[in-house]
Every structure is written in structure tokens, then in C-alpha cells.
T-cell receptor, first 116, second 116 residues
Framework: AQKITQTQPGMFVQEKEAVTLDCTYD???????LFWYKQPSSGEMIFLIY??????QNATEGRYSLNFQKARKSANLVISASQLGDSAMYFC?????????????FGTGTSLTVIP | KAGVTQTPRYLIKTRGQQVTLSCSPI?????VSWYQQTPGQGLQFLFE???????NKGNFPGRFSGRQFSNSRSEMNVSTLELGDSALYLC???????????????FGAGSRLTVL
């Protein structure tokens, strides 16, 4: 089974509108971390936001927030007030707690296009 | 603070050749991970090094190898190149390994390998 599933290959959003990018995960660990990264056309992966499995509050970082629903095993990224510079690939990722190393599992990504 | 530096950024090789890619992590980061990114397979974990020891390895053939030096710089080597090895190879560094807080991966810009 896939560890991380992103079901939206492509999304469009109007500038200044909010958009939600979906992510579901699969793990039997109680302790895990969830991450979102942005990859512009330049190729570099940029860290956006982190949610720990024991965090009671949803994570927020500026215009980014993570809608964490533990029972549903979902960790959706919400981008508020979209900007043209938000057009990029977005990847959801997970690190499992049983792993003593720092191996991340990535989803297949969602391509976001912001329309002026 | 300098980011993760990967060299070379672009390279073209022919089948059967070998290639060595280099990664200099952020100063103070002891964990270095390598990922292969292709349009078909997405981001796949290759291996992780921590304090000069390989701690995790993904499902790649033995043609893919790596090492880490005492200054945390890392190299990965691919021998007997195949067409399917054409990909963006991303290096990422982090402070420590394991489940300690966010322990975010910081990525380099990648090395884009084309095998002809």
C-alpha cells in the first residue's frame, strides 16, 4: 500500500482565493511526522509546514495551514489568498517514528496553477 | 547561512558509464539523504547517511552507492548507467536523525542526469 496518497494530479485556483490540496497517509506507527513541500519549476524542494502526530493543534505557517484529521489519516494543505508565485508542484511527505533514520515517504504530488 | 549545495547541476552520460554526484549539507547538519525523482516514479528514497554510516537504504540495485565524509559531505555513485537512471537526484540534509521535532529535510537544487 502507498504510504502517502495525493489524489489530485492538477489543481487550478483563482488568485487571492483559498485552495485545499489533499493528502492521506498510511502508517501503523503512533508517532510520525507529516510534511508539505513545494517544488517550483526550478526543481528545488521548499519546506512549507510540519505536523507531528501528537500535535493537538493544526499547524499554521503564514498563508499555509495543515488540516490534520488523525482518525481519517488525512493531512490536507490549505493555502489562503493564493498568489501567482504559488504555482508549483506540492508534495506531501511522512516520516515514521519506528524508523531510527530520517527516511521520508513522498506522495506523487499535486500541480497547482494560480490563475490571475 | 549557505544551503545544501549539489554538484554538478546538469550532466549527460552514456549507457554503461558511471557518475558521481556530490552534496555539501548545511553546516552542522549530520544527516544527508538522497532521493531520485522521475516523472513516472516520483520521489524515491535512495539512502541516508549519518555520521559517515549508511543508516537507511531504499529499494535500488547495488549499482547505486554512496558515502559520507567526516565533514558530512556526501557523494553518490551510479555505475553501469542505464537509460532509466535519467532523473533529478536530490540531496537533503537535516540536523539529526530520528523523531526529534520537525527534523525538516532541507533540499539542494538537485543534479539532473541524462543518460543517452
Amino acid at each position: 500500500a502507498q504510504k502517502i496518497t495525493q489524489t489530485q494530479p492538477g489543481m487550478f485556483v483563482q488568485e487571492k482565493e483559498a485552495v485545499t490540496l489533499d493528502c492521506t497517509y498510511d502508517t501503523s506507527d503512533q508517532s510520525y511526522g507529516l510534511f508539505w513541500y513545494k517544488q517550483p519549476s526550478s526543481g528545488e524542494m521548499i519546506f512549507l509546514i510540519y505536523q507531528g502526530s501528537y500535535d493537538e493543534q493544526n499547524a499554521t505557517e503564514g498563508r499555509y495551514s495543515l488540516n490534520f484529521q488523525k482518525a481519517r489519516k488525512s493531512a490536507n494543505l490549505v493555502i489562503s489568498a493564493s498568489q501567482l508565485g504559488d504555482s508549483a508542484m506540492y508534495f506531501c511527505a511522512m516520516r515514521e517514528g519506528h524508523n531510527t533514520g530520517n527516511q521520508f515517504y513522498f506522495g506523487t504530488g499535486t500541480s497547482l496553477t494560480v490563475i490571475p | 547561512k549557505a544551503g545544501v549545495t549539489q554538484t554538478p547541476r546538469y550532466l549527460i552520460k552514456t549507457r554503461g558509464q558511471q557518475v558521481t554526484l556530490s552534496c555539501s549539507p548545511i553546516s552542522g547538519h549530520r544527516s544527508v539523504s538522497w532521493y531520485q525523482q522521475t516523472p513516472g516514479q516520483g520521489l524515491q528514497f535512495l539512502f541516508e547517511y549519518f555520521s559517515e554510516t549508511q543508516r537507511n537504504k531504499g529499494n535500488f540495485p547495488g549499482r547505486f552507492s554512496g558515502r559520507q565524509f567526516s565533514n558530512s559531505r556526501s557523494e553518490m555513485n551510479v555505475s553501469t548507467l542505464e537509460l532509466g537512471d535519467s532523473a533529478l537526484y536530490l540531496c537533503a540534509s537535516s540536523l539529526v536523525g530520528g523523531m526529534r521535532g520537525a527534523n525538516v529535510l532541507t533540499f539542494g537544487a538537485g543534479s539532473r542526469l541524462t543518460v543517452l
